[in-house]
């Protein structure tokens, strides 16, 4: 490990010295950064999981084409429209210039787009202009979120359900695309990862570590998009307030003082979205009206469809069916028109089938919410989610959302309800482990 730590260290080291030797170095300098720092991670994380480490190679070259889509396709389809990456890409190059200047003071700082931009001009002032290179480290940084939140998963399922729950998770094409683009989806998707993985350890194990990454994870959701992590510290008290305890010796203290954690969150997190988003007034009609403002603001391009005048909640909730419809079936199969509604509408019909099929086991997985909690936390996130995102008119904007509802969406279809919790599966995953290492010794048994 420690000749593995060397190498990287001297690899890294050359890597910097040919970026500032040459102005057209940067972007294969910061590639090759990104993947001996990167790589070696991610192949870890993937090995550590048995059902993992058998999808290790298409998992890794769906990846790569995932970044060779968008730098061949998608960012050349969407350039002349504009597109947030190029912006983030100037900005931070802007950036750059002043940090290796030394005008640190100048350097503006703040959540949402700088949380995205800041980074990026680090990089660039180390290595130079590499927008072609960012997209691979987005692509490292949203496949690190996915594994966690298949983590996150995994610690309360058997190994068939972790193996479905894998394939949809980190093959579905809408996912695969919104947590590779350089932006904030894969920061996103790293954050929500984090404190999924977090809290499902804390629900297991009890420890503070795990406490600890919950909140790392949610203060970086915040950085993003303050709305969110406000959604996630949500859905972490009504679960902890929810749930039911256990009787280990020290529970009642180590849950009192996460509800009281969580609910510090809430109260902080809350009014950081509230400046975040304009929130005028704290009330069900100030929210609503924000997401009817943040619908028309958004209603750019040619897949827009009209919200209908809504002048109150009960107008809201009569337009809800309509909204949830528009949020997982469209665009319908007739309406697609070019090659990336296509395969929005083929996922969708995908989806739905997949869904319909797992309907019998919905009853049984939500009379168990109480058994399983991390369950009722990813109830509480995709129902949040959904209520926040169906305002929005821009079908191709739903499709990037909703990529953000699916990690929850496909817990509460794939789990087992009948699954007990994690001490059985952290016997199964060691069985597992003892035969990927040494599959004569098990046979021999």
Known sequence: MNVILILAVCALSTCFIWSISSDRAGPVALSLASLLVGAPLLIRSIQREPVLNRLLFPILAWQVCLVVFHLVWLVPFYAQAGIDALSYHQH??????????????????????????????????????AFQAMFLVSAMVGLGGAILL????????????CRLYAL??????????WRTLYGKDSLVMLGLGLACYGYSAWLARHRGADLGKTCVGVVGLVLVRPHVGFMVATALVATELWRRGDRKRGFLIRHAAAALLFLLAFAWFGQVAKTYVSLKEDSLEGMLEVGIANGRGNAVGGSVLANPDLHGLMDYMRFLPEGLVRLFLRP????????????????????????LRSLLLWPSLLRNLRRQPYCLFSLMMMLQLMLAFSLLT??????RMKAQIYPFLLTLVVASPKWSGPGATVETRRRQASWVARPEAVLAR
């Open 92 to 129: 931070a190059v802007h950036l750059a210039g002043q940090m290796r200047g030394g005008e640190w003071r100048s350097i503006p700082y703040g959540i949402g787009n700088m949380a995205v931009v800041l980074p990026t001009a680090l990089l660039y002032a180390i290595f130079g202009p």
């Open 150 to 161: 298949y983590r996150a998963f995994a610690m309360w399922q058997p190994a068939g359900r």
């Open 168 to 177: 949809i998770l980190f093959f579905l094409p809408s996912l695969g695309v």
């Open 332 to 355: 319908f199969p007739w309406e697609a028109h070019n090659a990336n509604a296509w395969l929005a509408a083929l996922e969708n019909v995908f989806l739905v089938m997949f869904m």
């Open 394 to 399: 821009n079908l191709g904007l739903v499709s």
